[in-house]
């Protein structure tokens, strides 16, 4: 399996709290990826990187942003959580050498906001 | 990025063949076929990449027409094991491509 670790696993945030999660690779892949995914609505991109500090907007970025200062970490924030961001986030890494440039997808982290 | 379908579930017998079909009329020139294996609390997991006629890997089996508007995986020989939920994607083979994730087909494998 691709070494990548997200953290935190599991959280319960209140509504309007800011929350970061994180997403550390090992394998020195190029690009990285946060998606959300919700019963009925399967995976959705929220931002990707191509590059330490080259970020952009996903199919569902609003009221998310990341920041990527080193190649192996990723992060995503949510400055204000509500409700509607319950949900459970994976990370994903892939890597521009690869022929079919697949993605690998992290363990997730289950984010609950009361 | 071309629409995908497929049956929402599928149920099979261990040692069994599975075929699972996916349609995509509107494939592009450049679209390559994908698919991936997610298990339950587990992240998605490539599983095979097709472009055109037949690529076979030690997990499974991709099977493409010449006219590229289905595909077919097949799973050799089910266990207990490959009950998860599979997703057909579509897209072009290119680094930092967004997945694009349907509701997937729901395997459901039983003794």
């Known amino acids: 399996d691709a070494g990548i670790t997200q953290s935190p696993r599991h959280k319960v945030t209140e509504t309007g709290t800011p929350v970061t999660l994180r997403c550390h690779q090992t394998?020195?892949?190029?690009?990285m990826y946060w998606y959300r995914q919700d019963p009925g609505h399967g995976l959705r991109l929220i931002h990707y990187?191509?590059?330490?500090?080259?970020?952009d907007k996903g199919e569902v970025s609003d009221g998310y942003s990341v920041s990527r200062s080193k190649t192996e970490d990723f992060l995503l924030t949510l400055e204000s959580a509500t409700s509607s961001q319950t949900s459970v986030y994976f990370c994903a890494i892939s890597d521009s050498r690869r022929q079919s440039y697949e993605q690998y997808f992290g363990p997730g982290t289950r984010l609950t906001v009361t | 990025l071309a629409k995908t379908t497929q049956p929402i579930s599928m149920d099979s017998y261990e040692g069994q063949e599975v075929n699972i079909t996916c349609s995509h009329n509107?494939?592009?020139?450049?679209?390559?076929i994908t698919w991936y294996q997610q298990f339950p609390s587990q992240g998605p997991r490539f599983i095979i990449q097709?472009?055109?006629t037949k690529v076979t890997n030690e997990v499974a089996s991709l099977f493409i027409p010449a006219d590229r508007k289905s595909s077919t995986l097949s799973l050799p020989r089910v266990s207990l094991s490959d009950t998860a939920v599979y997703y057909c994607l579509v897209g072009a083979n290119q680094a930092g491509t967004a997945l694009i994730f349907g509701k997937g087909t729901t395997l459901s494998v039983s003794s």
């Open positions: 394998e020195n892949h190029r690009y």
């Open positions: 990187s191509y590059g330490v500090k080259d970020t």
């Open positions: 097709g472009y055109k």
């Open positions: 509107n494939i592009a020139t450049n679209d390559y």
